[in-house]
């Protein structure tokens, strides 16, 4: 099947946003919009994001064996928009934008995000050009249970009311 079908295909499929931090080798933050998280397991609590391989997210994680997922409120589009853009440069920040702590992993945790999970790297299993990265939950915390961040067919949209 053609690519650009597919990927208008699945388009429609809706989702919540996510930040995934991780930890530089030089000790620094990285992270990248995805909308390909998913909840995997209760016992042991795990959950999930598929990265493209080539992203430099999923090679830090690899290098790091840590990540965060960091769920994006309604009011977040700025920020689902800077960690999806291209970093061109040293000196561009992506977490220039929102309140940023430190979880116990040592990744990055949004203060003001809808929720955020705190991950110890289980598994990374290769699927075509992309990695199912599991971790295993250490914490989490629900810091701002307001409407979500929705995308779908390309658009941001300001979510449920809650
Ligand atoms: C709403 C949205 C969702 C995205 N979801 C994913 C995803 O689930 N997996 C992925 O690999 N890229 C996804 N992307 C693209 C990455 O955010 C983008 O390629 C980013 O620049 C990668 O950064 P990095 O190379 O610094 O890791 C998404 C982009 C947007 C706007």
Request: include cysteine; aromatic fraction near 6%.
């Amino acid at each position: 099947m053609e690519s650009n079908y597919l990927r208008a295909v699945l388009a429609q499929w809706a989702s919540g946003v996510v930040v995934v931090t991780t930890v530089r080798a030089d000790g620094g933050r990285h992270g990248m919009t995805a909308s390909s998280f998913t909840g995997v397991a209760l016992d042991p609590p795990l959950i999930s994001v598929c990265l493209v391989s080539t992203s430099t997210t999923c090679r830090m994680i690899r290098g790091s064996g840590v990540f965060a997922a960091n769920v994006l409120g309604h009011d977040q589009q700025n920020i689902g928009r800077r960690f999806a853009s291209p970093v061109w440069n040293a000196a561009t920040d992506r977490f220039a934008a929102g309140q940023w702590d430190t979880a116990s992993t040592g990744a990055a945790v949004l203060t003001d995000a809808v929720a955020w999970l705190d991950c110890v790297l289980t598994a990374c299993h290769p699927a075509g050009d992309h990695t199912i990265i599991v971790g295993a939950v250490q914490d989490a915390a629900t810091p701002r249970p307001i409407a979500p961040l929705i995308y779908h067919d390309r658009t941001y949209h300001e979510g449920i009311v809650r």
